[in-house]
C-alpha cells in the first residue's frame, strides 16, 4: 500500500521538504488502518481507498499567512460534522456524510487526535462499503431484469 517514491516526488514537486512529513502520516495511516487497499495520485492529491476512498492529501495552493511553513491539507470523511481548531473546513457532501480538512505542518500535528479521526473515518467509509454490497446482492438476486441478463 506504500506510494512509490517516484510518485511521491512528482507529486510533492517544488516542496521536497515535505516528503519526511507525508511518509510519517503514511506511517501512522499504515498502521491504524492497516496495509489493505491503494494509495494512488490523482490530479493534485493522494488517495488511500479501501474498497471506497476515505482519505484525500492534497498540497494547498495558497499559503496562508498565518501558517508560512509549507504543509499539507488532510482530508477524510465521518457520518457526522466535527468542530474544532484543527478542523479548517468542513463540507456535507450528503445525507450523514461530512468531509473534514485538516493541516499538517509539522510532525506534531499527526498526534492521536488526527490518527484517530482518519481511523474512525476509514471504519464507517468500509462498513457503509459492505452495507452496499449486501444491498446490492440482495437487490440482484430479488430484481428480475438482473437475473435474465
Not at 517516484?6 to 506511517?27: A, S, V
Not at 509539522?106 to 482518519?118: H, K, S, V
Not at 457503509?128 to 449486501?134: E, F, S, T
Amino acid at each position: 500500500m506504500r506510494l512509490s517514491s517516484k510518485k511521491l516526488t512528482t507529486f510533492l514537486g517544488i516542496q521536497k521538504d515535505l516528503l519526511p512529513l507525508y511518509r510519517l502520516l503514511e506511517l501512522g495511516v499504515r498502521e491504524r488502518c492497516g496495509d489493505g487497499g491503494e494509495i494512488r495520485v490523482e490530479d493534485n492529491e493522494i488517495i488511500f481507498s479501501e474498497g471506497a476512498d476515505y482519505l484525500w492529501i492534497s498540497i494547498p495552493m495558497e499559503v496562508k499567512t498565518y501558517n508560512p511553513l509549507p504543509f499539507l491539507l488532510v482530508t477524510f470523511q465521518l457520518p457526522y460534522q466535527v468542530k474544532g481548531l484543527r478542523i479548517t473546513g468542513t463540507i456535507n457532501l450528503e445525507r450523514e456524510l461530512w468531509a473534514h480538512d485538516a493541516l499538517v505542518g509539522r510532525p506534531e500535528d499527526i498526534d492521536e487526535w488526527l490518527l484517530a479521526m482518519i481511523e474512525k473515518g476509514h471504519k464507517f467509509i468500509l462498513q457503509r462499503v459492505r452495507a452496499r454490497q449486501a444491498f446490492h446482492r440482495h437487490w440482484c438476486r430479488s430484481c428480475p431484469r438482473v437475473g435474465q441478463a
